[in-house]
């Protein structure tokens, strides 16, 4: 008799564990339970560049591939997507000589899409970054990120501007603390920064598309 509630009572705690699992991969559910899991993801990482420009002097940063707080499938690096860098334009910012440019998924622990070094425009056309310097969102795991972008107007040139492009960086901070110092090490190089930031939903979880999955989706 024992024996036989041990196994009954290792049945009944089985189904209780399976259960939320099978429910939370349901239509909708699926999709609100992985908004809500990248949403406190975020907020509990932090921003891994915008944490270490607090303070800082702000300009605006548009960008007319925003749609409402969304990025368009255009520049996503996706079998949807055309892999195409986002349009963004400000004004020249007073004693600045050049910008820099640091796109990142704050969803990550630094995982940087664009990067771009000496930048002299202020207005960059859609897909102006060689596919060197950008590769657009990808999010193979799904669900609905957001993605920052960065513009950092400086004194001086940067020599090297750091980070791997596709790939998490763990020491962004520290990359902006040295875009921060000059040749002599002296701290305010950065004069100011823009930011704009949008949402990107990997296209296999919106229920209102239809995804061809002989197509591969790229990670």
Not at 196 to 204: L, N, Q
Request: aromatic fraction near 10%; glycine fraction near 10%.
């Amino acid at each position: 008799m024992k024996i036989l509630r041990t196994i009954a009572s290792l049945i009944v705690i089985s189904s209780i564990a399976l259960f939320p699992g099978c429910s939370a991969r349901n239509g909708n559910a699926e999709a609100v339970s992985g908004e809500a899991t990248s949403a406190v993801a975020a907020e509990e990482s932090g921003n891994a560049i915008g944490r270490y420009l607090e303070g800082r002097d702000t300009f605006e940063l548009t960008s007319d591939d925003l749609d409402n707080g969304v990025w368009p499938d255009i520049i996503s690096y996706t079998h949807i997507g055309e892999n195409r860098s986002p349009q963004l334009s400000w004004q020249p910012v007073d004693g600045a000589n050049v910008y820099v440019i640091y796109m990142v998924d704050s969803n990550t622990n630094g995982f940087l899409h664009w990067k771009s070094n000496n930048v002299t425009e202020t207005v960059l056309p859609q897909g102006w970054a060689s596919a060197v310097d950008y590769t657009g969102p990808h999010i193979g795991h799904g669900y609905t990120h957001t993605f920052d972008i960065y513009v950092m107007a400086l004194k001086t040139p940067e020599d090297r501007l750091k980070g791997a492009v596709n790939a998490v960086n763990k020491e962004l901070g520290s990359f902006i603390e040295e875009i921060d110092t000059d040749a002599d090490g002296n701290k305010g190089n950065i004069l100011a920064y823009g930011r704009i930031s949008g949402t990107f939903t990997d296209a296999r979880f919106r229920g209102e598309r239809t995804v061809d999955e002989n197509k591969p989706y790229y990670m």
